[in-house]
Structures are given as C-alpha cells and as structure tokens.
C-alpha cells in the first residue's frame, strides 16, 4: 500500500538520551516535512526537504537534525532530548513542481514523550 | 509571512445539522488554500483545495468550502453533519511559489447524537 510509514508508533524516552524517529514514503515524492503538534498550537513545522541532499529549517528546528540521503527517507534526530520535546510528531512528503500546489500526505505519527 | 486563523477552538453540532468552520488568512496576493481533517490517532488527509477560478471547491465527504477574496477567508461548509465527522479541521495557506504551508491551530469538531 502506498503512503508514508513512520517508526516507532510511540516512545518513552529518558532525557538526554538520542533518538532518531524513522519516515519513509514510497510514493516517490521530492519534498519531505517533519512537524510536530501540541495541543493548542496547530502543527508546527521543524525542518522540510526540496529534494534529496537538501534540507532546511522550518519555524521550530531547535534540538533537532534531518537528512535527505535519498528519495524515501527523511530520518528527524533528537541529539539530546528534552521534556519539552514531549509531543506528537509528524512526517509528510509532497510531489512538488514548479507550480507548489500539491497536496502534503501525511504519516500517522510517533508520539513521543520525554521524561 | 502569511499566517492562518481559526478563531474556534471547539464547535459543537448536532448530528444533521449543518456546519461551517472558519478560516482567515494573511497574505498580500491570493495564497494557495487547503483545508485538512485529522480523525482520533491519525495524520492529517486533505479535504479540499483551492487554487484558482471557481470560489466554491468542493471536496471529500461532502464538504465545501468559499474562497472569499474581499474577507481573506476560506470558510468549510457541510450542509448535514454525521457522527463520523467528529474530527479537528486544519486551514493551511501557501504563498505561491513556495513549498512551505502555514497551518492553523486546527477546529476541534464535536458532533453530538
């Protein structure tokens, strides 16, 4: 089935511990997007992909990292987590042209929570 | 920058009865405008979209939404509420040319029996 997978589904995780959160599509989109959602705040992006090799921050990037090595995959990496990373995160791919009208599909979400 | 408002946090409806959710943007030429819905434990699916032409888009599960240039807004209609609607509604914005949505706070619908 198509779409975007994400792993793990959940997490506990100790403060000050790393942690790589997984996402991968198979839809052969360029562009990729990690967010995260806190209640009250609406999705928030954390840093987006164009295209493999690239990457860029997005309106909450701190205390986080990305890579692009390929098409399919968009690891988010937390070096050193915090209680304040406590939240659900998402990933998200888009087949972007030149136009940037596409649609953003989703992945179901790693909750993740920071003790 | 462009920014999105959804200035209800919760609405609640009866089921049958009919909803609008709202939507207001900021942005100085006409964005690219997306309405999202987001069901218990799952990602974000994407409702409907407007890009140009026709103000009335209709998408999925029987919702519409009026782009209405004068108001900035992108209001989400649904003429009968099911049970199954029970959701949070997410307005996303996107200047053109660029990659990067701005989404709303998100509508927490509550549909009561």
């Known amino acids: 089935i198509a779409g975007i997978t994400q792993a793990p589904t959940s997490q506990i995780l100790a403060a000050g511990r790393r942690m790589t959160l997984r996402c991968t599509q198979d839809?052969?989109?360029?562009?990729m997007y990690w967010y995260r959602q806190d209640l009250g705040l609406g999705l928030r992006l954390i840093h987006y992909s164009n295209t493999a090799g690239t990457t860029g921050k997005g309106e909450v990037p701190d205390g986080y990292s990305v890579s692009r090595a390929n098409t399919d995959d968009f690891p988010l990496t937390l070096a050193s987590a915090v209680p304040s990373q406590t939240s659900v995160y998402f990933c998200a791919s888009s087949d972007e042209g030149t136009s940037g009208k596409d649609t953003q599909y989703f992945g179901p979400g790693t909750r993740l929570t920071v003790l | 920058a462009q920014s999105v408002t959804q200035p209800d946090i919760h609405i609640t409806v009866s089921e049958g009865a009919s909803l609008e959710l709202r939507c207001n943007y900021s942005y100085g030429a006409t964005p690219y405008l997306f309405w999202y819905v987001q069901s218990p434990g799952q990602g974000l699916q994407l409702l409907l979209k407007?890009?140009?032409?026709?103000?009335l888009v209709q998408g999925i599960k029987g919702f519409e939404a009026e782009f209405k240039r004068s108001q900035s807004s992108f209001n989400l209609r649904k003429p009968s509420v099911h049970w199954s609607d029970a959701a949070e509604y997410f307005c996303a914005v996107r200047p053109g040319g660029s990659y990067i949505p701005t989404f709303g706070r998100g509508t927490s619908l509550i549909v009561h029996p």
């Open positions: 407007y890009f140009s032409g026709d103000t």
């Open positions: 839809m052969r989109h360029n562009a």
